[in-house]
C-alpha cells in the first residue's frame, strides 16, 4: 500500500505545473502593460536579488561574501591571457584596488546587480534610470540621436536606446577603464561596448540583458543574464547611500 501510495503520489507531481510555471500548451509570452504614448511599461522600483555584485561567475562563499551561481552565458569570461592575469592580480587586490571600494560609481552594467534598488521612469524622449546607490541618475535618450563624436570618459557611459519589439535595447559607450564589473576583478577597458536589453517577463519582473564587448580585453562578446524582481512594500522609495559621507565618517573615527 505504502508502494502504491508513493506511485500515486509521484504521478499527481508529475501532472501538476510547477508553482509559477504556465500548463503546458499555454503562451508563456507576457503581454505588458502600456505607456500613455504606447511603450511597454517598465516603470517601477526594481532591485536584483543574486550575488553578482560580489563575483559574476560561479563562486564559493568566502568572509562576508555569499556564495553564489554566476550569471554569465556558460559561466565563462573570455579574457585574453594577459588580461586574465590582469583580473587575477586585480582579485588578489580586490580590498583596495575595487573602485567602488573607494566610493566610485559602478559603471554598467555593475549598477543594475549591486545590492541597491533602482526606479526606472518612461518619457517619450528618454527613459529615466534613478538609483539609491549615491544618487546616480542616468538617462537614455530615445530620440533617435546618435552617441556623440569623439572620445568621451564617462564613469556610466553614454546610453542611446531604442524599442525592438517590447524590449528596450540600450547602447552604451564611452567608457572610461575605471570601472569593475564585480567585486572578484573582473574588469575592461575604455574599449568597452554594452549592450543592454529590458523585457517585461511578469507583472513584476523584467529580464535583464548585457551583452559585453571589449577587443582590447576579450577575445569575444560575451552576455550575463538575470531577472529584475518589483519591489513590493508598500510606500516604496528609494531612500540613500551616501558613500563618501560614510566613508568620510568611518575615517573620522579611526576605523
Not at 502593460?33 to 559574476?56: C, K, Y
Not at 554598467?108 to 544618487?135: A, G, K, N, S, W
Not at 513590493?232 to 528609494?238: F, G, M, R, T, W
Amino acid at each position: 500500500m505504502r508502494a502504491a501510495v508513493a506511485v500515486a503520489a509521484v504521478s499527481l507531481l508529475l501532472a501538476t505545473p510547477a508553482s509559477g510555471q504556465a500548463p503546458a500548451g499555454t503562451s508563456q509570452t507576457y503581454t505588458p502593460p502600456r505607456t500613455p504614448d504606447g511603450q511597454p511599461d517598465l516603470q517601477g522600483i526594481w532591485q536584483v536579488i543574486n550575488t553578482a555584485a560580489w563575483d559574476i561567475q560561479d563562486h564559493r562563499a568566502r568572509l562576508g561574501v555569499p556564495a553564489g551561481q554566476g550569471v554569465v552565458e556558460d559561466n565563462e569570461i573570455p579574457y585574453q591571457p594577459w588580461a586574465l592575469a590582469k583580473k587575477q592580480a586585480n582579485f588578489a587586490d580586490r580590498q583596495t584596488a575595487d573602485p567602488e571600494a573607494r566610493c566610485h560609481m559602478p559603471g554598467v552594467p555593475r549598477i543594475t546587480y549591486m545590492p541597491y534598488p533602482f526606479q526606472i521612469l518612461q518619457f517619450p524622449q528618454h527613459v529615466l534610470i534613478l538609483y539609491e546607490y549615491v544618487h546616480v541618475t542616468r538617462t537614455i535618450y530615445m530620440d533617435g540621436s546618435p552617441h556623440p563624436d569623439g572620445h568621451i570618459d564617462f564613469w556610466m557611459g553614454d546610453s542611446r536606446g531604442r524599442w525592438d519589439g517590447d524590449t528596450l535595447v540600450v547602447d552604451l559607450i564611452h567608457f572610461n577603464d575605471e570601472t569593475w564589473f564585480d567585486r572578484a576583478g573582473n574588469f575592461h577597458s575604455e574599449a568597452l561596448h554594452v549592450v543592454e536589453r529590458y523585457t517585461r517577463s511578469g507583472p513584476d519582473h523584467i529580464t535583464y540583458e548585457a551583452t559585453i564587448e571589449d577587443p582590447a580585453v576579450f577575445t569575444r562578446p560575451w552576455t550575463m543574464s538575470m531577472p529584475l524582481y518589483r519591489r513590493q512594500e508598500e510606500d516604496i522609495q528609494l531612500l540613500e547611500y551616501e558613500c563618501y559621507a560614510y566613508a568620510e565618517s568611518e575615517a573620522g573615527q579611526g576605523r
